[in-house]
């Protein structure tokens, strides 16, 4: 189940991680400013964020595998509109219902791992599972990079990829159980089936006030990513990518980079820090902000030190989302696995949709793209201080 979930996801992101690669066929074809690119992102945050609190509330109550497959299928059609759209309002709206349709797989997909790992392994699983993720990014980079370089329009990018997520998607609806048999359960407590009312959940998740900390912890955490994944292609293309071939490739290491860190953050959170996931987001983010300065400081021509920092950077701002999934059991108890992690990613897709336009804003006034790095820099400071204060305050864990 976790594998098939994963692989299902691996290419989710083609759906949605496209977006930057198009920006500069599409400013150039259709006229757009960056500022107004920075608006559409920023819509696809917000329906993202809106589906979230909706979404991870209805897999608790739904199935979590025909949530994803719709998902996928919905996202899949958006996009192909989008490839044949002409003006700006009519990308804003479709990438706006885009977001929606996506925030269909993360929360219930992970409802149904809960459903087959206990705690004691929940931070592994969720390893792999945050993993798949970073690697859907790294996919689609390799997908859009490989694209570009035959030449291929702007249009195209939401064309092609998604046919690999609807491939995958037909495999998720075909394999995936959303949970155990009884006769499969083998000494583990089957999780059973919420039956209570949906606005019930809402309220025990919000009188959690340490659990609504870290949600906003996670918050600066999604608005240094999304400013990451979003604008560094835009920063490393500069006005003439081909004059700078090696630059494209610079950016492919921050989604690789995450995707390790991912990995490596859930395992360590179970092992090295004995299920102490506040201090290995506190670590991380903290990490993170650093390099953003120290990418700042160096000059793109400087391939071989960009490469470097790009790589551990994706890897520090990235792998502590695999320790921030765990919590929401950790905190709420399994019964609201899927309604907290809901909550916390609307709160997180809410701060990069505010963070889109802004840093699209930045751009336009300074008229320098290398200015994005001072604000996911501060981002991650603010992220890992909001962690370290809640660690402080010694989170009781609910069963």
């Known amino acids: ?20 690669w198009a920006v500069k066929g599409m400013v150039t074809s259709l006229n ?13 945050l917000i329906g993202y964020a809106i589906g979230q609190f909706i979404n991870g509330n209805l897999a608790d109550k739904l199935s979590p595998k025909l949530m994803v497959v719709a998902g996928a299928y919905l996202s899949i059609m958006t996009n ?19 977001g929606f349709f996506q925030s269909m797989a993360w929360a219930p997909g992970a409802k149904l791992i809960n459903n087959w790992w206990d705690e004691h392994e929940r931070g592994k699983a969720f390893g792999f599972y945050t993993m798949a993720a970073g690697l859907s990014s790294a996919v689609t980079y390799l997908i859009s990079i490989v694209l570009l370089q035959q030449g291929i329009e702007w249009r195209m990018l939401f064309r092609l990829p998604v046919l ?30 919420d039956k209570s009312y949906w606005l019930d959940r809402y309220k025990e998740a919000f009188r959690n006030k340490n659990f609504l900390l870290i949600s906003l912890s996670f918050g600066f955490e999604s608005m240094a990513r999304y400013g990451l994944i979003f604008w560094v292609p835009v920063h490393f293309l500069g006005k003439n990518w081909k004059d700078n071939p090696g630059n494209i490739w610079v950016t492919f290491l921050l989604p690789v980079g995450m995707a390790i860190g991912a990995l490596c953050f859930g395992v360590l959170s179970d092992t090295l820090f004995k299920g102490n996931r506040l201090k290995a987001i506190v670590i991380g983010m903290s990490a993170s902000a650093i390099l953003s300065l120290l990418i700042f400081i160096v000059p793109t021509q400087q391939i071989i030190l960009s490469s470097i920092l790009m790589l551990l950077t994706g890897f520090f701002v990235y792998g502590p989302q695999a320790c921030y999934w765990p919590l929401s059991p950790d905190m709420l108890g399994n019964r609201l696995t899927g309604t907290g ?14 963070g889109e336009p802004f840093l699209g804003y930045v751009i336009d006034i300074t008229g320098d793209s290398n200015n994005i790095f001072i604000v996911t820099a501060i981002a991650c400071i603010l992220s890992a201080l909001i962690a370290f204060f809640v660690s402080r305050s010694k989170p009781v864990k609910v069963a």
Not at 1 to 20: A, E, Q, S
Not at 32 to 44: A, D, V
Not at 343 to 354: K, P, Q, R, S
């Open 1 to 20: 189940m976790l594998l098939v979930t994963m692989l299902c996801y691996l290419f989710f992101y083609t759906g949605r991680h496209n977006f930057g």
């Open 32 to 44: 757009i400013p960056y500022t107004i690119i920075g608006w559409i992102s920023f819509c696809m």
């Open 80 to 98: 192909i509109a989008i490839s044949f759209s002409s003006t700006a309002t009519m990308i804003m709206i479709l990438w706006g219902l885009n």
């Open 164 to 193: 690999l997520l609807l491939v995958t998607a037909t495999i998720f609806l075909i394999i995936a159980k959303d949970r155990p048999d009884i006769e499969d359960n083998d000494g583990y407590q089957l999780p059973t089936k």
């Open 341 to 354: 992690i809901g909550i916390m990613n609307m709160c997180g897709y809410l701060f990069a949709a505010i």
